[in-house]
């Protein structure tokens, strides 16, 4: 499993209140673009403009898929946001190509909350298919808080 890398700037908009995990509608969009600002822990807001995603066509949507929220709740002092898998499936032309999957919250005005990065460039052809596989059992965002 590759691992989800968190923005600084997700984590202080989670202190002041920028986010409602629970209700919001996630995107998660493909870039061939790295993150930026101090290896990206500082970039706030998702846009094509930042990173450019590939053309909405051939299977790919403009803006990313969005993910399926199967649980977002706490428990123990744990809260844990649980995403179902999202998967990419090419048509004629196919999608790419990308590196990163980028995960905002398209309900707070584009926040960004983290990154996959896959390590070189994936191109899908007609009818390949493309996993970003979410932790099922640790979620995709999980945050402690001490008793």
Excluded: C
């Amino acid at each position: 499993m590759v691992a989800f890398n968190k923005y600084n700037a997700f984590v202080d908009e989670m202190s002041k209140g920028g986010h409602n995990l629970q209700t919001a509608v996630y995107k998660i969009a493909l870039s061939n673009t790295g993150p930026t600002g101090g290896n990206g822990l500082t970039d706030a807001t998702w846009s094509t403009g930042l990173y450019p995603a590939p053309t909405a066509a051939n299977g790919y949507t403009a803006g990313g898929n969005t993910p399926t929220v199967t649980s977002a709740a706490t428990a123990s002092y744990i809260f844990k946001l649980v995403l179902a898998d999202s998967v990419f499936t090419a048509t004629a032309g196919g999608i790419g190509p990308f590196r990163y999957a980028y995960l905002y919250n398209s309900s707070a005005s584009n926040k960004l909350v983290g990154w996959y990065d896959y390590g070189s460039s994936i191109t899908l052809a007609d009818t390949e298919t493309f996993t970003v596989d979410y932790d099922p059992t640790n979620g995709a965002v999980q945050m402690t808080m001490t008793p």
